[in-house]
């Protein structure tokens, strides 16, 4: 969440940082956070700040990994199947289209999108906002509309929901064909273990407080 304008402006006065719970709105005077630990709302208990610690590195590295695991996934075998002799393998992408005519055809579209481009588009805001920060840099034009995209694309990012979808399938034929994983299958369910531990860690309060003291330095 973005710190509000009037916070900002008693910051720039000079008065104490006042910070807002998200949960109940009770307000906060913002003191030191000790390393590793984290401010929690005095009425309902809820996280307003962790300590930044590595959380740049750790987001930017899980970024770096999402798009090099995403975009090589498109071209390693997803699935391998065989039965009576034959054998076929198939990609992400070839996986995707295989709903490509039809009344299916939307479909195609939307786990391109879910699985591929949304992934890949907020890994990229993430990096652009975040990475001069924590070079020490000066932040780039639009580092708070990119970051704020990051946050709008994250609970779209459905890696997982289609993880679940192909386990499912895979039991329902494993009686008629012989079904192998190939590296990409792999690649996507690294991908969704790489964002349960971004989310384990992810403070997007606290990332917002540190580009907006970057933004007025």
């Known amino acids: 969440m973005?710190?509000?304008?009037?916070?900002?402006?008693?910051?720039?006065?000079g008065a104490p940082?006042?910070?807002?719970?998200?949960?109940?709105?009770?307000?906060?005077?913002?003191?030191?956070?000790?390393?590793?630990?984290?401010l929690r709302c005095t009425r309902c208990g809820a996280t307003l700040l962790r300590s930044p610690g590595k959380a740049l590195d750790r987001i930017l590295a899980s970024s770096f990994a999402m798009v090099i695991l995403v975009l090589?996934?498109?071209?390693?075998?997803?699935l391998q199947i065989s039965a009576s002799g034959l054998s076929s393998a198939?990609?992400?992408?070839?996986?995707?289209f295989a709903f490509d005519s039809g009344f299916t055809a939307p479909l195609a579209f939307v786990l391109i999108l879910l699985i591929i481009v949304l992934p890949v588009t907020r890994a990229v805001a993430l990096a652009y906002a975040?990475?001069?920060?924590?070079?020490?840099?000066r932040l780039l034009p639009g580092?708070?509309?990119?970051?704020r995209l990051a946050g709008h694309l994250r609970p779209w990012s459905m890696a997982e929901v289609f993880m679940v979808g192909c386990v499912v399938a895979l039991v329902k034929i494993g009686g008629l064909a012989r079904v192998g994983?190939?590296?990409?299958?792999w690649e996507l369910a690294l991908i969704v273990m790489i964002?349960?531990?971004?989310?384990?860690?992810?403070?997007?309060k606290t990332i917002w407080r540190m580009i907006d003291q970057k933004s007025r330095s």
């Open 17 to 38: 940082e006042i910070i807002a719970c998200t949960v109940c709105d009770a307000l906060h005077e913002v003191k030191e956070i000790p390393e590793g630990g984290r």
């Open 130 to 137: 975040l990475l001069p920060l924590r070079l020490g840099l």
């Open 195 to 204: 964002v349960a531990l971004e989310a384990s860690t992810f403070c997007e």
């Open 2 to 13: 973005q710190p509000v304008d009037t916070a900002s402006r008693l910051l720039d006065a």
């Open 143 to 147: 580092t708070k509309a990119a970051f």
């Open 181 to 185: 994983l190939g590296p990409a299958f």
């Open 72 to 78: 090589s996934a498109l071209f390693f075998p997803f």
């Open 90 to 96: 198939t990609t992400l992408l070839q996986t995707a």
